[in-house]
C-alpha cells in the first residue's frame, strides 16, 4: 500500500511539488497499479541475468576529430534566465 | 485527381513530369490542415517555412535531380513533436517544453531532409509519449478521423491521424509499447516499429531509452517499406544503433508467402476480443492460408507479466530520464519573483510539479519507487529479469515460425474519455504490442477491415529481430488481398 505519506516521499525523491489533493489520487492510483505489477514475484528468476538493453550494443571507430557543432548563444537560447552565456539560478550555497 | 491518394512512388512521378510542382503539393496539404485540422487537433506546430523548403526541392527537380538520389524527393510528411528539428518547437506534447526550439535536426529527421522530404509541421501525441490515447497532450486530444468522438489512439495520436485524414504523405512516430502499432490500427494506416537499433534515438526525446525506437505511419506498405529505408541504419550519435546493412525493402516486397510458417500466440485468448477484432483477426488468419501460409500455434507462456514489466521497466527509465527537465538549461521554468531567495528543492519542485501533467507525473514517480533503496531488487531488477525470460521465450517461438499473426489491440478506437480517469484499464490496452517492446522485435501493423460502427481495424505483424523483409511482405500479401484496401475516412 502506497499511502499518502509515501507519496510525498517518493515525489519529494522525484523533485515533484504534489497538492495534498493529488497525493491522495496518486496515492489510490499507484496502490492499485503497483498491487497489479506484484504478480512478478511469481516468475522463477533464479540465476537470470537481467536485461538491461535488447540488443548487444557494438562497438565502432570513427575518426577523432575536433568539431565545433554550436556556439555558446545557440546553446543559451532555450534558457529560462541566462547572463551573458552563464544559466541564472537560485543560489546554491 | 485526387492527389493524396497517391503513394509515394506515384506521387514523384507526376512530381517529375511536371504535372505538379513540390510547391503546389505542398500548399494543398497545407491547405487541408488549415481546412481539416481544427477539428482533428493532429498538428501542434505547422511549419512556416514549409513553402520555402518546397521551392529548394522544385529548383532541384528543375536540374535533373532524381528519385535514385533523393528517396523521398519532393514528399510532404509531419513529424512527431518528439524528434527535435532544427529551429521549430520541439514539445513531446508538454508545458515543460512549451517553448523549446532545438538547435539541431534529429538523426531521423535529417535523413528524411537530405532525402528531399519537406517538413509540414509538427505532430500531437501524449505527453512525453506516456499514454495510449493522445490525450494526456497538454495541447488537447487528438480526434479519430473516422470518428470525431473517438481517441486516435497513442502516443503516436497526430502521427495516425494526420495520414488518415491525408494530412500529410507519411509522418514519423515513436513506439515504445506499442505507440505506432495501436494508432495506426485505430485510424486504418500502416505504422511500423523498427527492430531497436535499426533506426537512431539521437535528437529524439527520451521516453524509455531501452524499448523507444522510431518509424513510420504510411497509406500502404510499400511506403511504409521505403520510408524504413531511408532512416534506418548505423548512426555514430547513437552506440545502440546497429552496423547491420539496411535493406532495400521497398524493392524486394514480395506478396508470394507459399510455405511461410506463420505463428498464433496460444496465450492471446480471443475471447477477450471484441467480435469485429476477432472476426477480422479469423479473416486475415484464413487469407494467410489461402495463399499457402502455414499456420501454427506457439505458446509465450510470460505473456500475463508483460504488463506489469513493462511498466516497471519503463517508468524507471523515465524517472531517470526525465531528471534532466529541471528548469535550468531549457523548458519551462516556475516563476519566482525573487530568485536569490529561492531554496533549491522549491525551484526544482515547483517547476516540474507545474511542467509535467498527471500521466508523467505518475510514471516519474511510479519509476522513482521502483529504483529507490529497499524496492529496486523486487522491481526493477526482477522486472529486467522477466524482461530477460520474455526475450528468450520469443527466440525458441521463432525456430518454429517466422512471422508471429496477432491483433493489435482487443478493440477498434474507444470513446474520447471512456478510459483516461483509470490508468491500470488504460495500461491493460497494450497487451499485444508491449512485449514486442521488452524483446527489441520489429513489429507493426496492417489495416485489414472495418468494423460495423465504421472503424477500422488492423492486424499485428511480429519477426525475430531484423527481419523486417519478412513482416513486410506478410503485410504486402495481407494488404492486397484486403476487402477495405485504400479505404479512407470520410473528412471534410
Redesign the interface.
Known amino acids: 500500500m ?1 499511502d499518502k505519506k509515501t ?1 510525498k516521499k ?9 497538492s495534498d489533493v ?1 497525493a491522495e489520487e ?1 496515492s489510490v ?2 496502490s ?3 498491487q ?6 511469481k ?1 522463477d ?1 533464479h540465476q ?8 548487444e ?2 562497438s ?1 571507430w ?1 575518426e577523432d576529430i575536433v568539431n565545433q ?2 556556439t555558446a548563444e ?2 543559451i ?5 541566462s547572463l551573458g552565456h552563464l ?6 550555497v | 485527381m485526387e492527389i493524396s491518394n497517391l503513394s509515394i512512388k506515384e506521387t514523384q512521378k507526376i512530381l517529375l513530369e511536371k504535372k505538379i510542382s513540390a510547391y503546389e503539393l505542398t500548399q494543398y496539404y497545407l491547405d487541408r490542415i488549415e481546412k481539416l485540422d481544427p477539428q482533428i487537433n493532429s498538428y501542434i506546430t505547422v511549419n512556416e517555412k514549409a513553402l520555402e523548403e518546397a521551392k529548394a526541392i522544385d529548383q532541384k527537380i528543375s536540374k535533373g535531380a532524381t528519385i535514385e538520389s533523393f528517396s523521398l524527393l519532393g514528399i510532404p510528411m509531419g513529424i512527431k513533436d518528439m524528434l527535435c528539428t532544427k529551429g521549430i518547437k520541439t514539445t513531446a506534447g508538454s508545458k515543460m517544453l512549451e ?3 532545438p ?2 535536426d534529429s538523426t531521423v529527421v535529417s535523413r528524411l531532409k537530405n532525402q528531399g522530404a519537406i517538413l509540414l509541421g509538427k505532430l500531437n501525441q501524449d505527453e512525453f509519449a506516456m499514454g495510449s490515447s493522445s490525450e494526456t497532450s497538454y495541447y488537447g486530444p487528438v480526434k479519430n478521423p473516422w470518428n470525431l468522438d473517438c481517441v486516435a489512439g497513442g502516443s503516436s495520436g497526430g502521427s495516425a491521424a494526420a495520414v488518415a485524414a491525408e494530412l500529410a504523405q507519411f509522418t514519423i512516430g515513436t513506439d515504445t509499447g506499442g505507440s505506432i502499432r495501436q494508432p495506426a490500427h485505430f485510424c486504418g494506416v500502416v505504422g511500423v516499429k523498427p ?3 535499426r533506426v537512431s534515438r539521437y535528437g529524439i526525446v527520451a521516453y524509455a531509452s ?1 524499448l523507444d525506437q522510431a518509424g513510420p505511419l504510411a497509406k500502404n506498405v510499400e511506403d511504409a517499406a521505403l520510408i524504413l529505408e531511408t532512416i534506418a541504419g ?1 548512426d ?1 550519435m547513437d ?2 544503433t ?2 547491420r546493412k539496411k535493406e532495400p525493402w521497398s524493392e524486394n516486397l514480395n506478396a508470394n508467402i507459399k510455405g511461410l510458417r506463420v505463428g498464433l500466440v496460444k496465450e492471446y485468448r480471443t475471447d477477450q476480443l471484441y467480435p469485429d477484432v476477432e472476426k477480422v483477426y479469423a479473416e486475415s488468419i484464413e487469407t494467410l492460408k489461402k495463399l499457402g501460409a502455414e499456420i501454427k500455434e506457439i505458446s509465450l507462456p ?1 505473456t ?2 508483460g ?3 513493462y ?2 521497466i519503463a517508468s524507471s527509465e523515465a ?1 531517470s530520464n526525465l ?1 534532466r527537465y ?8 516556475a516563476e ?1 519573483k525573487n ?12 517547476t ?3 511542467g ?1 501533467g ?1 500521466e508523467v ?2 510514471r ?3 519509476g ?2 521502483c529504483l ?1 533503496s529497499g524496492y529496486f531488487d ?2 526493477y ?9 520474455i ?1 528468450n521465450q520469443y527466440q525458441e517461438a521463432f525456430k518454429s515460425c517466422d512471422v508471429l499473426l496477432s491483433p493489435v489491440t482487443t478493440s477498434p478506437a474507444f470513446k474520447l474519455g471512456e478510459r483516461i480517469s483509470d ?2 484499464t488504460m ?1 491493460l490496452n497494450d497487451i499485444f504490442t508491449i512485449t514486442v517492446n ?3 522485435l520489429p513489429g507493426m501493423s496492417v489495416p485489414f477491415g472495418i468494423s460495423k460502427g465504421g472503424l477500422p481495424i488492423g492486424v499485428q505483424l511480429v519477426t525475430a ?1 531484423f527481419e523486417e523483409q519478412k513482416m513486410l511482405n506478410v503485410a504486402y500479401a495481407l494488404e492486397m488481398n484486403s476487402n477495405t484496401k485504400g479505404a479512407r475516412p470520410n473528412v471534410s
Open positions: 502506497i507519496i517518493i515525489a519529494e525523491l522525484s523533485r515533484l511539488e504534489v493529488d496518486y492510483q499507484l492499485k497499479a503497483l497489479f505489477f506484484e504478480h512478478i514475484s516468475v528468476t537470470i541475468e537481467p536485461m538491461i538493453t535488447p540488443v550494443i557494438e565502432f570513427r557543432e554550436y545557440e546553446m537560447k532555450n534558457a529560462p534566465e544559466f541564472k539560478v537560485p543560489p546554491v | 517553448n523549446f526550439i538547435p539541431y527492430t531497436y537499433g531501452s548505423h555514430s552506440s545502440t546497429s552496423q510470460l500475463e507479466f504488463i506489469p514489466v511498466y516497471l524517472s531528471a529541471d528548469g535550468v538549461r531549457y523548458g519551462h521554468r519566482f530568485l536569490s531567495a529561492v531554496e533549491l528543492e522549491k525551484f526544482y519542485g515547483q516540474r510539479g507545474e509535467f498527471k507525473q505518475r516519474i514517480m511510479l522513482t519507487y529507490s523486487a522491481y531488477n526482477k522486472a529486467s529479469q522477466v524482461r530477460r525470460l526475450s490508468p491500470l495500461y521488452l524483446a527489441g529481430p
